[in-house]
C-alpha cells in the first residue's frame, strides 16, 4: 500500500481512503462528500483525524494512512498504514462492548467510554495491518 496523496478519497468499493503519514506539515480536506456523509481530515506525520458530519470518526498518532475504511451498524473495519506503532480511537457507539481484530486474530474485547471512543494501540512497523472492529 502507499500513503493516500490526495489525503481523502473515495474508493471503488464505496469505501474512503485517508492520511499521509510522511507529510512534514499539517494538510487538511474539508467538505468531501462520500455517500450522503461529509467528511473532513488533517493529516501529516505526527496525527490523522478524520471526521463524519461534523463528529469524531478516527485518529491515529502519530499519523497513518488508511485504506477502505467501512462503516457498517456492527462496528468498522480499515487497513492501516505508518512508519510507527500507533495509538488509535476510533468513534462507535457509546458504552458498548467491541471485539477487536488484527490480521483475522482477535485480540479481545474492549467497551467504548460514554462519548463512544475505543482505543488500541498497533504496531505498524513491518506492515500493513488489517483492523476489524465488530460489537460483541
Known amino acids: 500500500m502507499s500513503v493516500v496523496k490526495e489525503l481523502l478519497r473515495s474508493e471503488e468499493n464505496n469505501t474512503i481512503s485517508f492520511g499521509n503519514y510522511e507529510l512534514r506539515d499539517k494538510k487538511k480536506v474539508e467538505d468531501f462528500s462520500h455517500m450522503g456523509d461529509i467528511y473532513k481530515v488533517k493529516t501529516f506525520e505526527e496525527i490523522t483525524k478524520l471526521e463524519k458530519n461534523g463528529m469524531f470518526l478516527y485518529e491515529s498518532v502519530p499519523g497513518t494512512a488508511v485504506h477502505e475504511f467501512s462503516e457498517t451498524a456492527e462496528g468498522v473495519s480499515f487497513l492501516a498504514e505508518g512508519a510507527h ?52
Open 85 to 136: 506503532s500507533t495509538q488509535v480511537t476510533v468513534g462507535l457507539k457509546e458504552d458498548t462492548e467491541y471485539e477487536v481484530f488484527l490480521q483475522g486474530n482477535s485480540i479481545g474485547k474492549v467497551k467504548t467510554n460514554l462519548s463512544g471512543k475505543l482505543n488500541l494501540s498497533i504496531d505498524l512497523k513491518a506492515e500493513d495491518v488489517d483492523v476489524k472492529i465488530v460489537e460483541a
